[in-house]
């Protein structure tokens, strides 16, 4: 399944577009060592990480790695879709496409001459959207005009030039994206290219030009029409969001919605970066072989031409205790698909372990819980998983489950063998011998995790955005140790609740009622 591609799973991989470029086996992670010692271990890592900030606020953390002449780059910038405008949703995706399409020097070939083309051809794109807004037919000589100036600035491009510079100077895994909580850009140079992406990241995110923006927005509505349109788990996703909160904006899709997609303006997602994107919210970390005060020295030179700017809105919708079962049922084209969704608390919340030890128990491999009881030892479903902190983990969110039935098992009987399988977290203590082997389990993703410059990126700013500190992502390790059979019980039982559950159902569309 591939449906939740907008959020990272814990510990367990991220988006694997393109390529992480993984040359090296960091020195840490040559010889990982067994569950009980990973303290000394996991503290040499530390010790190898620097960390600082720019008078603009802008945060740098530097890990080192001299196995090999790779450095990996990650650009995490604190912002996704729940912090778009009502009417503006998919605006922080979009911003994230144009991220690549060059600034006044990099991708164009006179930016004078072409910005006066891009002017214009925002203003006859308002004047077409005013009058499709208003109910009127298109104005074909209006359209044309629009296509005569838009082929005009064309000629000004310099099409890929940013990922271009990037390919000739030895790069890969260029790429990006955007979840419900954050947008992240990364990538991977030999680390005698230090200086050129100092000075490639910091010039795209302080004199951006969003050119391309209606080529790029005829491509997101095709992203859209087939992850969520044309895919009915896609379908289901959107429809169960929306159904399971009814405030936050984690019921939003990140894709944004049709009719708020077509609407967007070049200035509204200008607008939107002109929030978001100072430097006070944006976290650098870079892995590899570097020395951290070059990378201070090169940050303060590039970076540091950044204007602080004011801290961007902040989100304070909160999500009400839900009070009873909702239900969403979708007839559409696809074999039959349960799903269970329960509220849980943030990333940030002293239970999180426990509710990855949960995660793991239930929903994990095939040795989990949901596959041995239901696909095979009941044979009621083809799979059965479960996905922790969806559609995002920075505010409290769901802890999903989800299943397909066999041939001639309806979905009444799916349900119930899942929830068996939730009632027994509830009444049976976890044996010491499962718990042990869920907490390696997740040991091990963490600790396979230091195998990649890239990954390790990711994490420590992750958990240095959404949880404050990144020596909170090497202190999991130690919370995960500590989840006892109790704390499963005591959380199950506050967790898993009837009031508290949301449930969707895909039925074929030729099903009888």
């Given amino acids: 399944m591939n449906f939740f591609c907008w959020r990272p799973c814990r510990w367990a991989g991220f988006f694997l577009v393109g390529l992480w470029f993984c040359l090296a086996c960091p020195p840490w992670a040559l010889a990982a060592p067994p569950s009980l010692t990973y303290a000394p271990y996991l503290q040499q890592v530390q010790d190898q990480i620097t ?24 650009t995490y910038a604190d912002v ?30 006179d930016y004078a001459a072409e910005r006066k083309l891009l002017d214009q051809l925002d203003q006859l794109a308002l004047q077409i959207r005013a009058a499709r807004l208003q109910g009127e037919k298109p104005n074909p000589a ?63 995110f302080l004199e951006p030009v969003f050119r391309g923006f209606y080529q790029e927005q005829q491509v997101i509505l095709e992203e859209r029409r087939m992850r969520t349109e044309n895919n009915p788990m896609g379908r289901m996703v959107e429809a169960f969001l929306d159904q399971a909160f009814v405030k936050h904006p984690y019921k939003r899709p990140v894709i944004g919605y049709d009719a708020d997609i077509r609407n967007l303006s070049r200035q509204d997602v200008t607008d939107f970066f002109e929030a978001y994107y100072g430097p006070a919210n944006l976290t650098l970390v ?59 608390p943030a990333m940030s919340h002293p239970d999180n372990a426990v509710y990855e030890v949960i995660a793991t128990l239930m929903s994990d491999g095939r040795t989990s819980r949901l596959y041995q009881a239901l696909v095979q030892d009941q044979q009621v479903a083809l799979t059965a998983q479960g996905f922790n902190g969806f559609p995002g983990d920075k505010y409290p969110n ?14 009444t009987t799916l349900a119930q063998a899942l929830g ?35 990954g390790m ?57």
């Fill in 51 to 74: 960390e600082f900030s720019l008078e603009n606020g802008l945060k740098v953390i530097v890990l080192e790695n001299h196995a090999a002449p790779v450095v990996s780059f990650f």
């Fill in 80 to 109: 996704g879709g729940v912090d778009e405008p009502e009417g503006k949703t998919g605006v922080a995706h979009f911003l994230e496409h144009l991220a690549f399409k060059g600034t006044r020097r990099i991708g164009t070939q």
């Fill in 142 to 204: 209006l359209q044309k005009q629009f296509e005569q100036v838009q082929a005009e600035a064309e000629k000004y491009v310099k099409p890929n030039e940013f990922s271009q510079i990037i390919q000739m100077a030895g790069g890969v895994g260029l790429n990006a994206a955007t979840s419900a909580d954050a947008t992240m850009y990364f990538y991977s140079l030999p680390a005698n290219k230090l200086e050129l992406w100092m000075s490639l990241e910091s010039e795209r």
């Fill in 286 to 344: 870079i892995v590899g072989d570097v020395d951290p005060q070059q990378v201070k020295t090169l940050a303060q030179r590039y970076f540091g031409r950044f204007p602080a700017r004011p801290q961007p809105p902040t989100l304070t919708v909160v999500e009400p205790p839900q009070q009873q079962t909702r239900t969403i049922t979708l007839r559409l084209p696809s074999q039959p698909w349960y799903l269970e969704g329960y509220h849980r």
């Fill in 398 to 411: 769901l802890m999903l489950f989800y299943a397909q039935s066999t041939p001639n098992t309806d979905l």
């Fill in 420 to 454: 068996q399988e939730i009632e027994r977290l509830k009444q049976e203590p976890v044996t010491p011998e499962e718990l042990e082997r869920v907490k390696n389990q997740l040991q091990a993703d963490l600790l396979r995790s230091l195998d990649s410059n890239q």
């Fill in 457 to 513: 990126a990711r994490l420590l700013a992750e958990y240095e955005v959404k949880t404050g500190d990144w020596r909170n992502l090497f202190q999991q390790l130690e919370a995960v140790a500590a989840v006892t059979p109790a704390d499963i019980q005591r959380v199950a039982r506050q967790t898993f609740t009837p009031e508290n559950r949301t449930i969707g159902r895909i039925l074929p569309a030729d099903t009888p009622n």
